[in-house]
Nanobody, 130 residues
């Protein structure tokens, strides 16, 4: 059974940093697309960053480019999201998601299509105070 377990959320002040972790199991990690999504109250879920663990290719939403970095440790089946220079508008529940056997989509503009992702974590809250 596929499973994604997120950790690392919390409450920080604007300008500070957090690192989220997502530990994956139950599917072939290297062949997947692994993404981070977020959802703020009253807002639609949006893609933040995604990675192909096979080749390290990444994609970011414009709102986080230059501030967030996604990376993977294939030996640990873990994906990280390093979030720097956090802003109050980054406040949301952050979800890790995996699309099996679709790692190639990270190279395309459809990489954040939620229908591509088969498995979702339970979410971790990130709150940024001003």
């Amino acid at each position: 059974e596929a499973q994604l377990v997120e950790s690392g959320g919390g409450l920080v002040q604007a300008g500070e940093s957090l690192r989220l972790s997502c530990v994956a199991s139950g599917f072939t990690f290297e062949d997947a697309a692994i993404g981070w999504f977020r959802q703020a109250p009253g807002m639609e879920r949006e893609g933040v960053a995604c990675i192909s663990p096979d080749n390290g290719l990444t994609r970011y939403a414009d709102s986080v480019k230059g501030r967030f970095t996604i990376s993977s440790d294939n030996a640990k089946n873990t994906v990280y999201l390093q979030m720097n220079s956090l802003k109050p508008e980054d406040t949301a529940v952050y979800y890790c998601a995996a699309g099996e056997n679709v790692g190639v989509v990270v190279a395309t503009t459809t990489a954040f299509g939620p229908n591509l992702y088969d498995h979702w974590g339970q979410g971790t809250q990130v709150t940024v105070s001003s």
